[in-house]
């Protein structure tokens, strides 16, 4: 890089002095082949190169292919020892080498802002700068001590100056106004082709980016724990931007800070315990403003909060959900000006993504919670309906008792119970509340409490009916209702009296047949002026009297075919000399079987008097 002159030497001797740095063998003869000959050849010449040129320049559109064919270009006419091309950062406004033939490693790290060396000269004038001997041009940056000559020509691409190419020589007078001619020449041409080339490699690395944020996105919207999605987060943001430190702060809205949830140093993961406010800080201020808040250097901005002292550049990133920011992304860099409006970009298409991620799962995290908390009440609440039914057995001297409740959930509407009358008389109670599940269950309890209620005054089962009805019609809830059999059974002179409300007849088993009793009835709670019948059977040794809820004659197969009534006879009738227990064992084992892997589709219960 060098300094600058624009007068017009003699041509050239071969240079003597050669710099040992070059790559690809001796320099040649300073002259121009192109220009050497007959104007006509000379035309030719010049006409071919340029061909040769846009050919090049069109040829190809990866950046580091096209700076290296530019330099087999210019070597064809120009025989330089050392090239360059420098592309200019606009907004640090420093060029810095893209590609170079016979720099040191050192000299190819430098950054020349604009106006310092040839180089700069030349992108501040917008014109080339030929300078015949460096030693006297004061602003030329000594990279190569052997270093005389230098030309130095801007890339103009839009009227925006990208980048210097520049070549150099160990002669004095080495470059001409005619090197500098074809140089400017083709050096829009150049300008252009690299203009392409930088848009080709930003398309295809925003397509790449893409790509690999779709492929995130869609690995973080399947993970549903908080801190297995934070932790991802960290691993799978290293596959678009590089950082020394991230974190991830949510905010808590009931005490409007910025809660650290996630942190990663040097890729350990760390506990950070400082909240920040909301508004302060640059964190603060990207959640407050909801916009990426891009610190290149973190001491020169006020809103900046020290927490690491290594931190020299920030991205802060907001989390938004249905336009209501929930957290922040925190990049940090140990380089200055690391960050650039490209991660901006990326990062903001990444945290939508995110932040729905973190929705999801904290809302799962919370539906957790709660189905936790809903377990334990339905257990409590199994529990207490358990409870609610009978706990023993009556003792009967002349008929043997059994009865089996299963609800399809873990609580149901079902509900059975045997209450007391004077005289050795038992009433029987079946009931099947309407839907199942905890509100099911809470109407059973509700009847069950209305018939113990009712029971001290040992209505008939007709009154029962009629007296339950009416409560409940009192208390009348929406889609809400009992189907009931109540019987009453009179121990001394082994009769039984029915009345129903919607429940399925009861069986009778009789010296082995089996029969239905005709006792009928509207649901309780539905209709006030509903009225009931009872019919009264008069029992011998061995009769068995099943009632059964809708769940064991609603019961279906692979096929869907219901279990029906039909079946129902049939167990009865085979398990006729069972005990009660028994047979009431065999009605549910035979519904199991017919079901097979089906789901329970309804409360089952069965309740079985077997007279002795």
């Not at 890089?1 to 017009?8: F, P």
């Not at 002095?17 to 010049?46: C, E, F, H, Y």
């Not at 409007?256 to 640059?282: A, C």
């Amino acid at each position: 890089m060098s300094s600058s002159r624009t007068k017009s030497p003699a041509p050239a001797a071969p240079a003597e002095t050669k710099l040992q740095s070059v790559g690809n063998g001796a320099p040649k003869q300073g002259s121009i082949s192109v220009t050497s000959g007959t104007a006509a050849d000379v035309s030719l010449r010049l006409e071919n190169f340029l061909i040769d040129v846009a050919d090049t320049l069109n040829s190809t559109l990866e950046m580091d292919k096209l700076l290296g064919r530019v330099a087999e270009l210019v070597r064809q006419i120009i025989d330089y020892e050392i090239f360059a091309i420098l592309l200019l950062n606009e907004r640090t406004q420093e060029l810095r080498i893209r590609f170079q033939i016979g720099h040191t490693a050192e000299t190819e790290r430098l950054k020349i802002k604009v106006g310092q060396g040839i180089t700069g000269m030349a992108v501040e004038r917008r014109s080339s700068v030929l300078v015949d001997d460096v030693r006297k041009e004061p602003r030329y940056i000594n990279a190569h001590p052997l270093v005389r000559s230098e030309l130095a020509v801007p890339l103009i691409a839009k009227k925006r100056v990208i980048g210097v190419i520049d070549i150099q020589a160990s002669k004095e007078k080495y470059f001409t106004e005619e090197h500098n001619r074809i140089l400017t020449l083709v050096a829009s041409r150049i300008a252009a082709a690299i203009e392409n080339a930088r848009l080709y490699t930003r398309v295809a690395r925003q397509a790449q980016t893409l790509t690999v944020l779709n492929e995130i996105s869609r690995e973080l919207t399947s993970i549903l724990n908080v801190d297995q999605l934070f932790k991802r987060i960290g691993d799978l943001l290293t596959r678009v931007i590089e950082y020394q430190m991230f974190s991830i702060l949510l905010l808590d809205t009931e005490r409007n800070m910025l809660v650290h949830r996630f942190s990663l140093r040097y890729q350990e993961n760390i506990h950070l315990k400082h909240d920040i406010p909301l508004g302060r800080g640059l964190v603060g201020y990207a959640v407050q403003h909801q916009e990426a808040v891009l610190a290149p250097d973190v001491s020169r901005d006020p809103r900046y909060i020290q927490l690491n002292p290594e931190t020299r550049s920030e991205l802060c990133v907001p989390l938004i959900y249905k336009e209501r920011a929930i957290g922040v992304l925190d990049l940090e860099s140990t380089r200055r000006n690391y960050y650039n409006e490209d991660h901006v970009r990326t990062l903001t298409t990444l945290a939508g993504q995110i932040a729905i991620a973190v929705e999801n799962a904290r809302l799962y995290e919370r539906i957790a919670r709660e189905e936790q908390r809903l377990e334990r009440d339905l257990s409590m609440a199994r529990e207490i309906q358990i409870r609610l039914l009978p706990q023993s057995l009556p003792q009967l001297k002349s008929a043997d008792l059994a009865a089996k409740f299963e609800p399809a959930l873990m609580i149901g509407g079902d509900m059975f119970d045997f209450l007391e009358y004077s005289g050795e008389r038992v009433a029987f109670v079946l009931g099947d509340v309407s839907g199942k599940g905890a509100p099911a269950a809470l109407y059973a309890a509700l009847v069950s409490g209305l018939l113990r209620s009712t029971a001290s005054l040992e209505p008939h089962p007709a009154q029962m009916l009629s007296a339950i009805n009416l409560s409940l019609n009192e208390r009348r809830i929406e889609a809400q209702y009992v189907s009931l059999a109540y019987a009453i059974w009179d121990d001394d002179s082994r009769i039984m009296t029915f009345a129903n409300s919607g429940l399925p007849r009861p069986f009778l088993c009789k010296k082995g047949a089996v029969s239905r009793i005709e006792s009928t009835g509207l649901p309780l709670g539905l209709f006030e002026d509903a009225d009931y019948d009872e019919v009264t059977v008069r029992a011998e040794s061995g009769d068995i009297f099943v009632l059964v809820s809708d769940g064991i004659l609603d019961a279906f197969n692979a096929a869907g075919e219901q279990f029906g009534p039909k079946r129902v006879e049939e167990v009865i009738q085979q398990s006729c000399r069972l005990q009660a227990k028994e047979i009431v064992q065999a009605i549910f084992d035979a519904v199991d079987k017919y079901r097979g892997t089906r789901a329970t589709f309804d409360d089952e219960t069965v309740l079985a008097v077997k007279v002795k």
